[in-house]
């Protein structure tokens, strides 16, 4: 009985042994952990939230054929049949990471092609983009965020997603 | 490498693991008042060869008083010019993004209620990616009225893959910026990982003077570089040396090896 035991167990080692040779190690790195906020920016535009991470940048009427009226904090410029609304809001990324630091990426859903969403002069895509290089978690910036639409746009929602993902260094 | 038998054989574990995390999912209520979104782990290593298949599990906790949704995507990670681009699935070269198997590739998560994914990446059989990223990309996008956009936060969890010894790490000489009445002394070493593989260089820095006396030492933070990736490690050291000649040592480890850069300066 001991005997086989003793075999059971041996081969049980060896086994292990084996698959330990042929698989990935895998490490994660479980103190890790992030989470990021969106937040209205003292020089910034009005924001609604639902919560820290799912808010409504208020920009007022914007086009409305051309006579819209802005919301507080929101500078227009007028370039030919195109006008660019820009205003201030703040990113923070909390938690842990290995590096301690981590970048912010982001991309827009939903975008009508006659519009043009730049963060920090980052024209944006459905492709994430870094719009924010790696920083110390912790940190809180502001970002400057212009958005190009025709003046025959009309008052109507916008239908814009933009989304901010915060991914460690 | 036989990637399916490796598959197989990683199958029991990644159910074991996936009902785990089905199970905590069902039973770890976060902590109220952060209202929050948190993902873990957001990072992970993985230490492998080409051809085998790298399975991690993560869950994301919804503190909020919102129930979120999200999609699951995977990236490559590549760095181009010096920066770090993410390439979607499939655009890139035997990239690892396009292997992705989510055990779901859409979650909705109650509030106050955690879920768990568990993805399994398999690497190619030659391949120069060494990182994905899984985005957790939020979807549901909130009612909007006019003139108004919506935004979201989300989070990705980056995975790298260690895949063989070709490891190189350069290091610039320091620049010194001496203390003023307002700022430290701050030594900046440029490094750039030169090899093939992902590096996390951490280092000291020690301050030696004219007679050879350690007269500073400050730790320098860890940093992530990718293959190809340039990044400025930078310290400052509190102490106050004072004026005369000295000598910064950084000092850099990395995957058991080190590499020391040495900067002759004077403080005034």
Known sequence: MKSILALLIALLASTAHAASASRPRVVPQLTSGLTIEIAEAASGAPMLGVTPQQRILDLGLLASYGVGTPAPNVTITQTGDRIVASTDFVLKVTGTSVSGSAHIVSSVTGIDPAYVIRIDGIQLTSVPIIVRPPAAVETSSIHRMAIEIPTATPATPLLLNVVFQAIPD | MNTRKILRGLAPYAVILFFLLLLLAGTVRPAEGASSLTLVPAEVAAHGSF??????????????????SFELVAYDVVVRNGQRVFVPAGAEPHGIAATAVFSRERLTIEPQTTAAVVTRFTIPAESDVRAVVVMFRATGTPRTAAGTVAMSGSLGALITFSLGDAVSLDAA?????????????????LLANDGKEPLVPSGVVALIDATGKLAAKSPIPAQRLLPGERLPFVVELPARPAPGRYKALSTFSFEGRTVTTSTDFTLP
């Open chain 2, 51 to 68: 051809g085998q298949s790298v399975t991690s599990a993560f869950t994301m906790t919804n503190t909020t008083d919102a129930t979120r």
């Open chain 2, 173 to 189: 000489p320091s620049s010194i910026t001496p203390p003023t009445a307002n700022g430290n002394l701050r030594v900046e070493s």
